[in-house]
């Protein structure tokens, strides 16, 4: 059974940085999918960023040069280094994981992906 905790979020000004973490247990793929999505009321849960079991790393366009997802070396925990905050990045966080076929290039589509933790809240202000 997966099982994922995401951590790290809060309340920042505009300009802010945060680093969300995700402990993912209980997954045997040796290929994967791991993604970053985020959801704010009234709108459907959008891809944020994505990485595979070799560190390969993919991003929404709008997101490039201020988002960077990383992992660590036991592939038990993944992250989501966020800098120059705006308020529109203002949503709730979440992160998951899927089995990836070999040629998977990981797109980022939320309705691929079944499992999910709780999420954690980012608000940034003006």
């Known amino acids: 059974q997966v099982q994922l905790v995401e951590s790290g979020g809060g309340s920042v000004q505009s300009g802010g940085s945060l680093r969300l973490s995700c402990a993912a247990s209980?997954?045997?793929?040796?290929?994967?999918?791991m993604g970053w999505f985020r959801q704010v009321p009234g709108k459907e849960r959008e891809w944020v960023a994505g990485i595979n079991e070799y560190k390969s790393a993919k991003y929404a366009d709008s997101l490039k040069g201020r988002f960077t997802i990383s992992q660590d070396n036991a592939k038990t925990m993944f992250y989501l280094q966020m800098n120059s905050l705006k308020p529109e990045d203002t949503a709730m966080y979440y992160c998951?994981?899927?089995?990836?076929?070999?040629?998977?290039?990981?797109?980022?589509?939320?309705?691929?992906?079944?499992?999910w933790g709780q999420g954690t809240q980012v608000t940034v202000s003006s």
């Open positions: 209980g997954y045997t793929y040796s290929r994967y999918c």
């Open positions: 998951s994981i899927r089995s990836r076929p070999t040629y998977d290039t990981c797109p980022g589509f939320w309705s691929l992906f079944r499992a």
